[in-house]
């Protein structure tokens, strides 16, 4: 049975880790199998669009995404492994929420479209093209792969202000 993880929350100091690529042993490890069970079940819990391992405090470059609306949820979950960008076009501005930054909106210049390599939960090498929300949240969960947030597009002062809302809110991990 999958369980929902804790997702982990700015300004938790892992969520700046760099993760490190998973090799195809480890994906046909039926823990890491059941991980990938556990991420999607915490992504849908919340919500969210896109998930990656190292919000949910595991250090590997593994996503779990699914753009589709609300109602056709959970018809084409995807995980991308090891995720690569091979092509980027254009340019577009999209106003981006993370589960690790609660209640906030950041407006984020991202390309307007991409492709991407990868490998699926099976270890076969795929590739995704994807425009508008499939191309932010593809970028945007590389991003944590990298240890990038969202907040790090604040101004100083918003990025405090933030910080003090979170900690007043109690939100912050103690
Ligand atoms: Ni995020």
Redesign the pocket.
């Known amino acids: 049975m999958a369980q929902v993880l804790d997702i982990l929350i700015y300004p938790d100091k892992r969520l700046r880790e760099v993760s490190r690529p998973v090799s195809l042993e480890e994906i046909k490890d039926p823990k890491f199998q059941a991980f990938l069970d556990d991420m999607f079940a915490t992504m849908y819990a919340s919500h969210g669009v896109g998930l990656a391992a190292v ?1 949910v405090g595991v250090l590997k470059r593994v996503m779990t995404l699914d753009c589709e609306e609300e109602e056709k949820r959970g018809v084409h979950p995807q995980v991308l492994i090891n995720p690569e960008i091979i092509k980027k076009e254009g340019e577009i501005i999209w106003k981006e929420g ?3 930054c609660p209640e906030l909106v950041v407006p984020m210049k991202r390309f307007a479209s991409i492709k991407v390599k990868a490998l699926d939960r099976k270890g076969k090498e795929i590739s995704l093209e994807g425009e508008e929300l499939l191309a932010v949240g593809l970028q ?1 969960e590389i991003d ?1 792969m990298d240890g990038k947030l969202i907040v790090d597009h604040l101004s100083n002062l918003k990025k405090k202000m933030y910080r003090d809302k979170l900690k007043k809110n109690q939100r912050v991990v103690l």
Do not use: E, P, T
């Open positions: 919000q993370c589960l690790s945007h944590h």
